[in-house]
């Protein structure tokens, strides 16, 4: 089974600030996506943005974009102008492109923005 | 419509009681997935329906029985349960098959057992 690491349990951003979150993974497959989750506390579970493994370009929407380094295998996620509405879990996860519909989750990093 | 519906969004049962969790989608999805979540943890994988078939089944005790009696609703009943299976559970929909193809999440029933 694959797994996704986040190695940072906890993170803190000044409002307003920028703000990057970790995430590797172990594969072997070569097409696969990637995926960063919001959870916001005791709300749903929303995409943020999410990256094609061939895509050498990184995925933006507004706020959000990746650092998405296929060698490396490391999937970041930089969060600019953070707002306070930003405050939530965020889980990075994974998908293969041919076997199976299993995700794979990692431990999540809890983000608070400072006001 | 990119809504996954939950419900009940709240439920409190002892451990001899029969209850049951609905999910429901109308994207359209073939994939639909019931989670487990503690709090501050990602969500657990328990049970994957693919085309209305049990494609994953990760282990999960039998007092958890899910169902798929069509391709928009996914159920989970629940028999017998323990204190620690108090939790939140998800469930989450996705198209089937290899493309681009990210969940969507219902907001979840929250389950307290006693």
């Known amino acids: 089974a694959q797994t996704v690491t986040q190695s940072q349990p906890e993170m803190s951003v000044q409002e307003a600030e920028t703000v990057t979150l970790s995430c590797t993974y172990d594969t072997s497959e070569s097409d696969y996506y990637l995926f960063w989750y919001k959870q916001p506390p005791s709300r749903q579970m929303i995409l943020v943005i999410r990256?094609?493994?061939?895509?050498?370009q990184n995925a933006t929407e507004n706020r959000f974009s990746v650092n998405f380094q296929k060698a490396a295998k490391s999937f970041s996620l930089k969060i600019s102008d953070s707002q306070l509405g930003d405050a939530a879990m965020y889980f990075c996860a994974y998908r293969s492109a041919w076997s199976g519909n299993q995700f794979y989750f990692g431990t999540g990093t809890s983000l608070t923005v400072i006001p | 419509d990119t809504e996954v519906t939950q419900t009940p969004k709240h439920l409190v049962m002892g451990m001899t009681n029969k209850k049951s969790l609905k999910c429901e989608q109308h994207?359209?999805?073939?994939?639909m997935y019931w989670y487990k979540q503690k709090a501050k943890k990602p969500p657990e994988l328990m049970f994957v329906?693919?085309?209305?078939?049990?494609?994953i089944n990760e282990s999960v005790p039998s007092r958890f029985s899910p169902e798929c009696p069509n391709s928009s609703l996914l159920n989970l009943h629940l028999h017998a349960l323990q204190p620690e299976d108090s939790a939140l559970y998800l469930c989450?929909?996705?198209?089937?098959?290899?493309?681009?193809?990210?969940?969507?999440f219902g907001p979840g029933t929250r389950l307290t057992v006693l």
């Open positions: 990256q094609e493994a061939y895509k050498q």
């Open positions: 989450a929909s996705s198209r089937s098959g290899p493309s681009y193809n990210e969940q969507f």
């Open positions: 329906y693919s085309y209305e078939k049990l494609s």
């Open positions: 994207m359209g999805h073939r994939a």
